[in-house]
């Protein structure tokens, strides 16, 4: 029992090493990578420890560390190219956990009631579309919303054909077309409130959801 406390205890310490500064807010936050991949140790390490001591303690936190590092080290890799080619565009990259985000304000991709993309925003998507062609595992869901102005109706069938455009323009692109799933919220999903002209700017948007693909 001893032996499997130590063990236990390695793993732990390894846990303790997982913060990092994000060099985009400056806060303290746990490394996904090491995070996940400590993790993984600490299983590796318990059920190793049970079968054959301290040697297979040891044994089971490595092949358990890779393990859960995987996925983790690729949205971390893909987070890393997202926001080198996106930084100064407007589209905002945010993560929880595994799931990737990334929000394109309605102000730099379509004309006031419009769904056609504007000319100016071609490049970054262009510069989106290398990205989830070179991380290709993900799937990769296409979101449109409005602000609360008008009719649901218009807005719901305006949200969705924006989308529909984002998503034909990433396949135009080369991003497989089966990885793509499109839909418009509409009004029903506001991020701000619709009560100020600063918040229904916010509200009018498109996003992308990357997520880990389905086991």
Same mark, same amino acid.
């Given at each position: 029992? $001893?032996?499997? $406390?130590?063990?236990?205890?390695? *793993? ?6 997982? !913060?990092?500064?994000? #060099?985009?807010?400056?806060?303290? @936050? ?5 995070? /996940? +991949? ?31 590092? &995987?996925? +983790? /080290?690729?949205?971390?890799? !893909? @987070? ?7 930084? &100064? ?7 929880? &956990? ?7 304000? +309605? ?7 419009? /769904?056609?993309?504007?000319?100016? =925003? ?26 609360? *102005? ?26 497989? &077309?089966?990885? $793509?799933?499109? =839909? ?5 999903? #506001? ?21 880990? #693909?389905?086991?």
């Amino acid at each position: 029992m $001893i032996k499997q $406390i130590a063990a236990i205890s390695l *793993t732990g310490l390894l846990l303790a090493g997982c !913060q990092t500064t994000n #060099p985009y807010t400056g806060e303290q @936050e746990v490394n996904k990578t090491t995070k /996940y +991949g400590g993790v993984g140790a600490l299983a590796g390490a318990v059920v190793g420890g049970l079968a054959n001591g301290k040697k297979g303690a040891l044994a089971g936190a490595a092949l358990g560390g890779a393990a859960g590092a &995987g996925y +983790g /080290y690729y949205t971390d890799q !893909q @987070e890393a190219a997202l926001r080198q080619r996106l930084q &100064g565009t407007g589209v905002q990259v945010q993560r929880t &956990g595994n799931d990737l985000k990334l929000i394109m304000p +309605g102000n730099i991709t379509f004309a006031t009631n419009s /769904y056609n993309i504007q000319s100016s =925003f071609y490049s970054v998507l262009g510069s989106v579309a290398l990205v989830l062609k070179e991380f290709d595992e993900n799937p990769v869901e296409v979101v449109g919303h409005t602000d609360s *102005t008008g009719s649901r109706q218009h807005n719901m069938g305006l949200s969705e054909k924006r989308a529909q455009s984002v998503a034909s323009y990433l396949v135009n692109q080369g991003v497989a &077309g089966p990885r $793509i799933t499109y =839909f418009g919220a509409g009004p029903d999903q #506001p991020i701000a409130s619709n009560g100020t002209k600063q918040g229904r700017a916010l509200n009018r948007r498109v996003e992308l959801n990357l997520r880990p #693909p389905a086991q």
